[in-house]
């Protein structure tokens, strides 16, 4: 059995003219991934273990400070299995109204028969009193099973929450009796950024989740972590949802490999943001972009009155790739395949269109 290695020459980002800012999900697995994939002792994880499986599990959560780990599909479903296995249903869970898991995964949300109290954060984090309101109770004598918290924070455009912070809001959920999760889908590009070790973030919770597929450029999964009797409980809930797989060695041996060897270059990702975000502002046109912490960068383009769908194409026809995030902004993310010469190009682009939009 061999995996074909994609060599820099062949890579199929290298090679394409467009420079894709859409997001760091779409970074492909290295040369050593391959390898590890290819060489991975395997088993059935649904059978009894898969010992690639074990080993990105342990290791996760050493790396991590935590007792046991899980390898899922994904990190949304490491997020459910957090909420899953901390609840009861008609309890309730809180946060961040602009959190990751309440305004993309209200799906999943429908399956966990809590109330999700929905708190509007400021540059993603939830306020001390207003969530300690949210704790004392309601009308409808909905105790608190969870505090969710995200860092880096997605919607706010990648910013960091303060490791105090998270601290205080830690102590408060447990005062009242609350569990904490981390959704850590970015966990390690805010440690990087902070220049803290990942397990003192993942002090400030019971529960952590991380995602292997986004700027650490694994190729497919998640681990959840936390206490060994929480991660035996996920374990079970997690084959009723269907998220046991069989020789997941093989995904979970690249994983491994970018929690080893990836995590330091994210520095890389976040320089190239600041680069991409200081030169949009110092183009000196109505159009401003966030300041970036970690590797995401939001640029609000609303003064030339065009849907940021618009805008997306017209970037797409030079040769630019972002997402629309609403329709005043762009949403642009930096990764392993992008050079510092495709911010310069990114943001030629950008100036580009502003001639064309402008009247
Ligand atoms: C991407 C992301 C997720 C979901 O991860 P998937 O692996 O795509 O399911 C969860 N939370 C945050 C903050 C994310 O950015």
Redesign the pocket.
Same mark, same amino acid.
């Given at each position: 059995m061999s995996f074909k290695a994609v060599s820099k020459q062949e890579d199929p980002m290298a090679a394409s003219p467009m420079v894709d800012l859409r997001s760091d =999900?779409v970074t492909l697995p290295t040369p050593e991934m391959y390898e590890r994939m290819a060489n991975a002792p395997l088993g059935d994880d649904g059978l009894d273990f898969d010992p690639s499986a074990r080993e990105l599990e342990e290791y996760m959560a050493q790396v991590l400070g935590k007792e046991a780990g899980l390898f899922v599909p $994904? /990190? =949304? #479903?490491a +997020?459910l299995l957090a909420t899953l296995t901390q609840s009861q249903s008609r309890q309730q869970i809180i946060l961040d109204s602009s %959190?990751? #898991?309440y305004t $993309?995964?209200r799906g999943g949300a429908t399956f966990t028969g809590l109330f999700y109290v929905g708190i509007p954060g400021q540059g993603g984090v939830i306020d001390l009193a207003e969530t300690e309101d949210a704790l004392k109770g309601n009308k409808s004598k909905l105790s608190t099973a969870l505090v969710t918290m995200?860092t880096s924070? +997605?919607n706010s455009g990648g910013l960091v929450p303060p490791v105090a912070h998270m601290r205080n809001l830690y102590e408060l959920a447990h005062q009242y009796g609350a569990q904490v999760h981390l959704?850590g %889908?970015?966990l390690f590009n805010a440690a990087v950024s902070l220049g803290v070790p990942a397990a003192t973030l993942a002090s400030c919770a019971d529960t952590v %989740?991380v /995602?292997l $597929?986004?700027g650490l450029s694994a190729p497919v999964g998640?681990v959840l972590t936390g206490s060994s009797a929480i991660i035996h409980s996920a374990r079970q809930m997690r084959r009723m949802i269907g998220g046991t797989q069989r020789q997941v060695g093989i995904m979970a041996a690249a994983g491994k490999y970018a929690v080893e060897h990836m995590v330091d270059r994210l520095a890389d990702d976040h320089k190239r943001a600041a680069m991409l975000s200081d030169q949009v502002n110092a183009l000196d046109l109505p159009i401003a972009a966030s300041q970036a912490q970690t590797n995401i960068v939001q640029v609000d383009v609303s003064h030339y009155g065009v849907d940021s769908s618009e805008w997306v194409k017209a970037l797409k026809n030079l040769g630019l790739l972002t997402r629309p995030w609403g329709a005043n902004k762009l949403r642009c993310v930096t990764h392993r395949h992008i050079k510092d010469s495709d911010i310069a190009h990114a943001v030629n682009c950008v100036k580009r269109v502003t001639s064309t939009f402008s009247h």
């Amino acid at each position: 059995m061999s995996f074909k290695a994609v060599s820099k020459q062949e890579d199929p980002m290298a090679a394409s003219p467009m420079v894709d800012l859409r997001s760091d =999900t779409v970074t492909l697995p290295t040369p050593e991934m391959y390898e590890r994939m290819a060489n991975a002792p395997l088993g059935d994880d649904g059978l009894d273990f898969d010992p690639s499986a074990r080993e990105l599990e342990e290791y996760m959560a050493q790396v991590l400070g935590k007792e046991a780990g899980l390898f899922v599909p $994904s /990190c =949304t #479903m490491a +997020n459910l299995l957090a909420t899953l296995t901390q609840s009861q249903s008609r309890q309730q869970i809180i946060l961040d109204s602009s %959190a990751h #898991m309440y305004t $993309s995964e209200r799906g999943g949300a429908t399956f966990t028969g809590l109330f999700y109290v929905g708190i509007p954060g400021q540059g993603g984090v939830i306020d001390l009193a207003e969530t300690e309101d949210a704790l004392k109770g309601n009308k409808s004598k909905l105790s608190t099973a969870l505090v969710t918290m995200e860092t880096s924070h +997605n919607n706010s455009g990648g910013l960091v929450p303060p490791v105090a912070h998270m601290r205080n809001l830690y102590e408060l959920a447990h005062q009242y009796g609350a569990q904490v999760h981390l959704d850590g %889908a970015r966990l390690f590009n805010a440690a990087v950024s902070l220049g803290v070790p990942a397990a003192t973030l993942a002090s400030c919770a019971d529960t952590v %989740a991380v /995602c292997l $597929s986004k700027g650490l450029s694994a190729p497919v999964g998640a681990v959840l972590t936390g206490s060994s009797a929480i991660i035996h409980s996920a374990r079970q809930m997690r084959r009723m949802i269907g998220g046991t797989q069989r020789q997941v060695g093989i995904m979970a041996a690249a994983g491994k490999y970018a929690v080893e060897h990836m995590v330091d270059r994210l520095a890389d990702d976040h320089k190239r943001a600041a680069m991409l975000s200081d030169q949009v502002n110092a183009l000196d046109l109505p159009i401003a972009a966030s300041q970036a912490q970690t590797n995401i960068v939001q640029v609000d383009v609303s003064h030339y009155g065009v849907d940021s769908s618009e805008w997306v194409k017209a970037l797409k026809n030079l040769g630019l790739l972002t997402r629309p995030w609403g329709a005043n902004k762009l949403r642009c993310v930096t990764h392993r395949h992008i050079k510092d010469s495709d911010i310069a190009h990114a943001v030629n682009c950008v100036k580009r269109v502003t001639s064309t939009f402008s009247h």
